[in-house]
């Protein structure tokens, strides 16, 4: 019994945990590997606004490591 109540306030917490990520700007595959600096391939980036080009909204990063800016994926259309 005790081990339910544990898991279940580890999933919320984990939940709360996801949700700070989303609302400071931050992705689970920034930080993982998953997104690297396209300059020197540094994974140490975070996220740094968005832009606008040839209608898609793309996401942009800016490397710890070197400074560098650069586009991510397509966030949505506007057609």
Do not use: P
């Not at 109540?5 to 609302?23: D, I, P």
């Not at 606008?52 to 397509?74: A, D, H, M, T, W």
Request: glycine share 12%.
């Amino acid at each position: 019994m005790d081990s339910d109540l544990t898991q279940s306030v580890t999933q919320k917490h984990r939940h709360t945990q996801a949700e700070g990520r989303e609302k400071r700007g931050l992705d689970e595959n920034v930080g993982n590997g998953l997104i690297k600096c396209k300059r020197c391939g540094s994974v140490d980036v975070w996220k740094c606004g968005k832009t606008i080009l040839s209608g898609r909204i793309l996401q942009r990063y800016k490397c710890k490591n070197c400074g560098f800016l650069f586009n991510g994926e397509v966030i949505k259309y506007v057609w």
